[in-house]
């Protein structure tokens, strides 16, 4: 069962317990309700129940449904819960409507990621229909009634990432942004799959440090207080590992040595407790690979081993 705990006023982070690859589920409540990042679709069904079981809500008067971005962790789900509940609407980046009604790119996508029966784990994804999504682009306002979540696209984990900025709370929705943060050591951990930018991430960092929020809630492991310092960290480890990658790349290692050089990386520079598999270091060196191939800074056919 999920674990539920109330992070700020009206705000509840919903932990799911399982034991691969998943997002913290949020659900803000203003006038309206809506879910943050509801998951995959194994991950959905746990936080539904949770959200009916625990906290006593009524799922029917759920208004929105809002993936971060569409990665499977985050929301593989959203095809399924939009059958389930035709009243629901849900924002996705405008120029990336067309995945979420078609598919067939994310599914390919995953495959290669976590291999052809990533749907024993994660669940099938269903596409969204189209009546029920909203156009969103950076700058726009999701009015819950008394609360308003602001719409900050905010590119580099991946191209479609939208953060949401909370006035009620000052709090900032992160989604993958800023990377993964993990209270129990205080630790910030970059991820950076396929389809990340270097660049554009360190961009993105500035100007979410610019909104100066109150509350980080991460959309893995926790809530960050220290806002400013745990974005200044995640720019510092984007450069550090960008450094660590390239000059692995450039000598032509292979991908599990590097990955060690990350995790030694970030053992003595965050913490030795930290887990290797919640690290998703071969997600990240896959993803800086490819784009040190786009910037060519190495080239294309270079050691994929
Ligand atoms: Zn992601």
Redesign the pocket.
């Known amino acids: 069962m999920a674990r539920v705990s109330q992070v700020e006023e009206n705000i509840y982070e919903i932990h799911p317990e399982l034991n691969f690859m998943f997002s913290l589920s949020y659900l803000v409540l203003g006038e309206r309700a809506a879910l943050i990042d509801p998951g995959s679709a194994t991950q959905a069904d746990i936080v539904l129940r949770a959200i009916e079981e625990i906290l006593d809500f009524d799922l029917d008067s759920l208004s929105y449904i809002i993936p971060t ?1 569409l ?1 499977i ?2 929301a593989g789900g959203v095809g399924h819960l939009a059958r389930r509940f035709p009243q629901v609407r849900i924002p996705v980046y405008e120029r990336h409507i067309r995945y979420a009604i078609d598919p067939a790119r994310l599914i390919d996508g995953n495959k290669q990621t976590f291999g052809e029966n990533f749907a024993d784990k994660f669940g099938t994804i269903l596409p969204v229909p189209e009546e029920q999504i909203i156009a969103v682009d950076g700058g726009d306002t999701i009015d819950l009634g008394g609360r308003q979540l602001k719409v900050v696209y905010s590119r580099g ?2 191209n479609h ?1 939208f953060c949401l900025h909370d006035d009620k709370s000052g709090g900032l929705f992160c ?2 942004a800023l990377g993964m943060y993990y209270p129990e050591v205080d630790g910030v951990v970059i ?1 950076c ?1 396929e389809g990340f930018d270097l660049n554009l991430s360190l961009q993105t960092i500035e100007q979410l440090r610019s909104l100066a929020p109150q509350v980080l809630f991460y ?1 893995h492991e926790g809530t960050g207080r220290e806002t400013d310092d745990l974005m200044r960290r995640a720019a510092v480890e984007l450069r550090d590992c960008g450094d660590i990658i390239l000059a692995a790349l450039k000598t032509g290692e292979g991908s599990k040595q590097i990955e060690e050089r990350l995790n030694q990386y970030f053992k003595e520079n965050v913490s030795k407790e930290l887990k290797y598999e919640y690290m998703y270091l071969d997600l990240t060196v896959a993803g800086y690979r490819r784009y040190f191939q786009k910037c060519g800074e190495i080239q294309l056919s270079g050691g994929t081993n």
């Open positions: 971005h990665h962790d985050h984990h991946a990432h989604g993958d991820i799959p959309a």
